[in-house]
T-cell receptor
């Protein structure tokens, strides 16, 4: 069974640009969550999608958005990039909402210059 | 507000010594608590969860609701235990809150 796949693995963008990150969950998993990981803040929850609907949202500005497709693949978009958006973005998938193990991807390393 | 605190950023122990990684939480409801581990160059993975009450790789964690703690313990540390450990809380709304992590180094 293939694991959670995130693409691309690395990205370099300039301030003001926008970026789209992709996450393919484990087959059969319908819940996808996104996290931002930085050395100072650890892992911070961005949002969760289940069956194409955003079910939970963390405390991030509106520049961070996401969506989920009918095949459960998810994308995360960050507009008007700032230097502080440089981080490792992790995606996790679960079979169903709650009480099931979350499986993480290897992440996308975003560097904003 | 929900919060998970891991007071130690770095922890070093000698091989064979006991290890305890601390985790405290604040949550008004009944939390689900987890420990996740990230070995070097590997993805984050579940180590254990409090509801299963199992021992994984010799690690155990007991939920102490009175002290709002979920410390991770192992009686005899091994070199392969060196990793980043994250304590996490899942709210009733299925949202995860992670601590900032503790980097454990086991000295040979």
């Amino acid at each position: 069974k293939a694991g959670v796949t995130q693409t691309p693995r690395y990205l370099i963008k300039t301030r003001g640009q926008q970026v789209t990150l992709s996450c393919s969950p484990i087959s059969g998993h319908r819940s996808v969550s996104w996290y931002q990981q930085t050395p100072g803040q650890g892992l911070q929850f961005l949002f969760e999608y289940f069956s194409e609907t955003q079910r939970n949202k963390g405390n991030f500005p509106g520049r961070f958005s996401g969506r989920q497709f009918s095949n459960s693949r998810s994308e995360m978009n960050v507009s008007t990039l700032e230097l502080g958006d440089s981080a490792l973005y992790l995606c996790a998938s679960r079979q169903a909402q709650g009480k099931t193990e979350a499986f993480f991807g290897q992440g996308t390393r975003l560097t904003v210059v | 507000a929900q919060r998970v605190t891991q007071p130690e950023k770095l922890l070093s122990v000698f091989k064979g010594a006991p290890v305890e990684l601390k985790c405290n939480y604040s949550y008004s409801g009944s939390p689900e608590l987890f420990w996740y581990v990230q070995y070097s160059r590997q993805r984050l993975q579940l180590l254990l969860r409090h509801i299963s009450r199992e021992s994984i790789k010799g690690f155990t964690a007991d939920l102490n609701k009175g002290e709002t703690s979920f410390h991770l313990k192992k009686p005899f540390a091994q070199e392969e235990d060196s990793a980043m450990y994250y304590c996490a809380l899942e709210s009733t709304g299925n949202q995860f809150y992670f601590g900032t992590g503790t980097s454990l180094t086991v000295i040979p």
